[in-house]
């Protein structure tokens, strides 16, 4: 028998179209740079001792520096000064014989400071947090929070709008009594709703919240596309072959949607990205043992009264180039996909 | 000479590597007061000739070679910049299309629209230009024109809507009218009215009338001079009866050949390669019988159906709205009822019922012994097996996401046909080969297929089951009238090899004679007459069946 080639199918074509988008494929290195970072910072390797105070208090950005500490611009501080048991005003430290016994016992335990840096490449926060270590850690949480937020938003909008379209009469007014609902509450007060009722903050309180807040752009497109298939003849070929509703919905309609719900997922991962930095910058996002790009931000609205405004900076611009190149690549990747081109 | 196009040639910019030429070479020359025909099949080039005279190509991926010349009134339209071109489209030349629908605009009354177009032209008042629509309106044949001046278009019935797309066209009294298949989107009777009302506005107006279609049948009732056009390039040219009496051309005399005549019922239909190929067909075709007899075995028998659909009228009430009234008929084994009606007539919805595509309202459907209106009476997926349908478009009724092997492979793993994939795959490769497709069609998309080849697969696809019964449900409509041929012979020869049942159901009198042994004449949801093929075509009894049969085009 002839060896038989696969014909390109849609994504392979789509693929091509991609390849050929310039903007596009910047856009997409981009974006995989970005999630690699994360992929780094998720397994431990990088940005993993962020708490660390590696420099002073808002140490400024500085490059080129010397590699200077300021230990050395310190007044030492004299130990044995402070255990001795005479006192300097006449007065006996109570705990003065305590503390010389736990030193004696743990000589290891060095009260002395670890040096700390006068200048960091993107400079520090307020506890002499390295901001560039920080930006790679909050990048991990934003992105991943708008990527499982998205994901779940996606799936919900995609199965309620596929049933909806689908079955249409009252399992389609149902969905869309529902649908009302949401739109219909501003989206900060549901947000605020929704925190309220969970009660307790946290990476995964807030893809919670984003996810159930977010499927309704998602179910809008996915059901007006299911309403447009179920009447296509190829649909119908499948009923008259005997194929079940589930598997007409999601094995013979669900394919020809995939393209909306992919550039929705896009855009979603856009949105939530901006959204978590929004809630994190009104404090109802992360809790504070997290770093992410909004309670960055949130941060920076002290430190820039005191005009140290290198950690809104490195945080904005990391979001900005993410946000911008995930946009580019989500039209690249309409473009690409747009099936008005090959029909 | 009116219009002379000298040199066509019009290539299209795929993508950044690849062009397309979609007209190679073309010339023809129209008089004053003439009508000339553009006939081709899909693909032929004849629209994009059309387009290129009135300046509508899109700009940026159409390139027309630097040597044409179209030119109008001895004057060079391809020379003209946009201003130039705009100041005689509408005035000079003007267009109508094949969907009168999407061709007017649905948000503005047509009053509106064709007060637009003689403001801008003419310089008219708005009162003038007003009164000037109602006489345009009166002269295509719109009844009550004041009443319907401030109508939009979806409140005109299609044939209505092309007549104002004709008012439109005809109001600056243009000396060339071109029109794009006017009458393919509409039913058999009221394409006759546009036909004739062409005809008698293009003696009235004294234009020139280039007329494009596919349908050589129609060419014979309204033009005077034809041009046949083949993949770009004109095949033959000439006055209307040499074209009919003496083609030259092999691709013409094919044309000609492939329709099913209603005259005779030859065994196969003549086809594009009996005529191109190198040595003419030797045998003449035999005759095939068709009609019934009393003692044939009758699989399905229909009884008294009727289907409603719910139409909502503002906001709670629902009415019924009755599809299918009262319906019977009778299929026997290896036989082929025809079912035929215009638009509307409620063919389709009888088809998808019986199917089991729909729920029946009222009657009876017994098919092998049982009532398939009891909900009990039959497995569901054993029916499905039974009766299968072909659906009319051949670009929709394939998954376009699924190759052809899994579209072919699926309604076996449905029904637990072939122990094992390998098993299915072998069976797909043998009704591939048996639909005639090449093998290696089971890894391709349905896209890379052409129209018939689209309709080969979906037959192939049925076949996979092996039903009794086949519902062709205007299967052969969208398709060229060569390829028509083709799939109409391969659906007799399947019948012959595999004794199934047709149902078949068309708009197309013809190609419903020549396929039926009975035929129904649908209208308005009833059937208004049923008996044998020939009977019924030959002595029409009912009123609306005769009048039908005597629009059809009869070529001279």
């Given at each position: 028998m002839a060896v038989e080639r696969a014909s390109p199918g849609l994504w392979m074509l789509a693929w091509r179209r991609l390849r050929r988008d310039r903007v596009g494929m910047t856009a997409l290195v981009v974006v995989m740079c970005y999630l690699f970072v994360v992929f780094l910072a998720l397994m431990g390797?990088?940005?993993?001792?962020?708490?660390?105070?590696?420099?002073?208090?808002?140490?400024?950005?500085?490059?080129?520096?010397?590699?200077?500490?300021?230990t050395a611009q310190r007044p030492a501080v004299d130990h044995a000064a402070l255990t001795d048991?005479?006192?300097?005003?006449?007065?006996?430290?109570?705990?003065a014989r305590e503390l010389a016994a736990i030193r004696a016992e743990h000589?290891?335990?060095?009260?002395?400071e670890a040096p700390r840096r006068?200048?960091?490449?993107l400079g520090g926060d307020k506890w002499g947090h390295d901001v560039w270590t920080k930006v790679i850690k909050g990048s991990e949480t934003s992105i991943l929070v708008g990527l499982v937020a998205a994901l779940l938003a996606t799936l919900l909008g995609t199965v309620m709008g596929a049933v909806a379209g689908y079955f249409g009469r009252w399992v389609d007014d149902g969905f869309n009594w529902l649908y009302g609902v949401f739109t219909a509450i501003p989206y900060l007060l549901l947000v605020f709703a929704i925190a309220a009722v969970l009660q307790q903050k946290g990476v995964v309180t807030l893809v919670l919240i984003l996810g159930l807040t977010g499927w309704t752009g998602v179910f809008r497109l996915v059901r007006a596309e299911y309403l447009k298939h179920k009447t296509r003849e190829y649909v119908l070929a499948a009923g008259a072959m005997g194929a079940s509703h589930a598997r007409r919905m999601f094995i013979h309609i669900l394919p020809n949607t995939s393209h909306v719900i992919l550039v929705q997922l896009s855009q979603n991962v856009v949105g939530f990205i901006k959204s978590e930095v929004i809630l994190s910058f009104l404090?109802?996002?992360?809790?504070?043992d997290v770093v992410s790009w909004g309670s960055m931000l949130n941060e920076a609205q002290n430190e820039l009264i005191l005009g140290k405004w290198w950690q809104l900076a490195a945080a904005g611009l990391a979001m900005a180039i993410l946000v911008t190149a995930f946009s580019m690549l989500t039209d690249a990747l309409r473009d690409a996909l747009d099936p008005k081109l090959k029909y | 000479m009116l219009l002379s196009v000298r040199d066509l040639r019009i290539d299209f910019q795929?993508?950044?590597e690849e062009r397309f030429s979609a007209v190679n070479g073309v010339s023809f020359d129209l008089p004053e007061r003439t009508t000339l025909a553009l006939v081709g099949e899909s693909g032929s080039g004849k629209s994009v000739t059309a387009l290129s005279i009135l300046g509508?190509?899109?700009?940026?991926?159409a390139h027309v070679a630097a040597e044409s010349r179209i030119l109008f009134n001895g004057e060079?339209?391809?020379?003209?910049d946009e201003a130039a071109l705009r100041a005689r489209r509408g005035k000079e030349m003007a267009i109508i299309f094949q969907e009168p629908m999407s061709s007017l605009?649905?948000?503005?009354?047509i009053g509106a629209q064709l007060v637009e177009g003689l403001q801008l032209h003419l310089g008219f008042s708005r009162r003038q230009a007003r009164t000037r629509a109602l006489e345009l309106l009166a002269e295509v044949g719109i009844p009550n024109p004041r009443g319907r001046l401030?109508?939009?278009?979806?409140?005109?019935?299609g044939g209505q809507q092309q007549r104002v797309m004709i008012a439109m066209a005809i109001s600056c009294q243009p000396r060339l009218l071109i029109a794009d298949e006017?009458?393919?989107?509409?039913d058999v009777t009221i394409q006759r009215q546009i036909l004739d009302l062409i005809a008698d506005l293009q003696q009235r107006l004294s234009m020139a009338v280039l007329f494009i279609t596919h349908d050589l049948a129609l060419v014979g009732e309204i033009a005077t001079e034809v041009v046949v056009m083949k993949q770009g390039e004109v095949r033959e040219a000439g006055p209307l009866r040499q074209i009919f009496d003496?083609?030259?051309?092999a691709y013409t005399r094919a044309l000609l050949a492939c329709r099913p005549p209603l005259g005779a019922r030859p065994r196969r239909l003549r086809v594009i390669e009996d005529f191109m190929g190198?040595?003419?067909?030797?045998q003449a075709p035999m005759v095939r019988r068709r009609g019934s007899s009393p003692e044939d075995e009758i699989v399905l028998d229909v009884r008294h159906l009727d289907k409603n659909f719910m139409v909502h009228e503002g906001l709670w009430r629902r009415r019924p709205f009755?599809?299918?009234?009262?319906a019977s008929l009778r299929l026997a084994r290896g036989k082929t009822v025809g079912i035929v009606g215009e638009s509307g007539s409620g063919k389709t919805t009888l088809g998808l019922t019986i199917a089991g595509l729909l729920q029946a309202d009222g009657g009876d459907i017994l098919f092998s012994g049982n009532?398939?209106?009891?909900?009990?009476?039959?497995?569901p997926m054993a029916l499905k097996r039974r009766i299968q349908i072909v659906f009319q478009n051949p670009y929709a009724s394939l998954?376009?996401?699924?190759?052809v092997g899994h579209i072919l492979t699926e309604p076996m793993l449905l029904h637990g046909i072939g122990r094992n994939d390998a098993e299915r795959t072998a069976l797909a490769r043998e009704l591939l080969r048996r639909v005639g497709?090449?093998?290696?069609?089971?890894?391709?998309?349905?896209?890379?297929?052409s129209g018939g080849q689209r309709q080969r697969i979906a037959i192939a696809r049925c076949l996979t089951v092996k039903p009794e019964i086949l519902i062709c449900d205007?299967?052969?409509?969208?398709?060229d009238v060569s390829v028509q041929a083709q799939v109409l012979n391969l659906l007799q020869d399947l019948q012959d090899e595999f004794h199934m049942s047709y149902l078949f159901i068309s708009h197309d009198l013809a190609v419903v004679h020549y396929m039926s042994d009975q035929v129904l004449v649908m209208h308005e949801g009833e059937v208004v007459e049923s008996g044998d093929a020939d009977e019924v075509y030959a002595h029409p009894q009912h009123a609306y069946t005769r009048k039908l049969l005597s629009a059809i085009p009869k070529g001279i």
């Open positions: 390797w990088v940005a993993q001792d962020w708490t660390r105070e590696v420099g002073v208090n808002y140490a400024p950005p500085v490059f080129w520096a010397e590699d200077q500490d300021e048991p005479v006192p300097l005003y006449g007065l006996q430290d109570p705990l000589p290891a335990a060095d009260l002395a006068l200048s960091l490449p404090g109802f996002g992360v809790p504070v | 795929v993508s950044r509508l190509l899109p700009r940026p991926v060079n339209l391809l020379g003209l605009n649905p948000v503005f009354s401030d109508d939009y278009p979806h409140q005109l019935s006017p009458t393919t989107a509409l003496a083609p030259r051309d190198a040595s003419p067909p030797a009755r599809a299918v009234k009262d009532n398939l209106r009891d909900p009990g009476a039959m497995d998954n376009p996401r699924f190759t497709l090449p093998q290696d069609a089971l890894q391709r998309y349905p896209h890379e297929f205007e299967s052969v409509s969208a398709l």
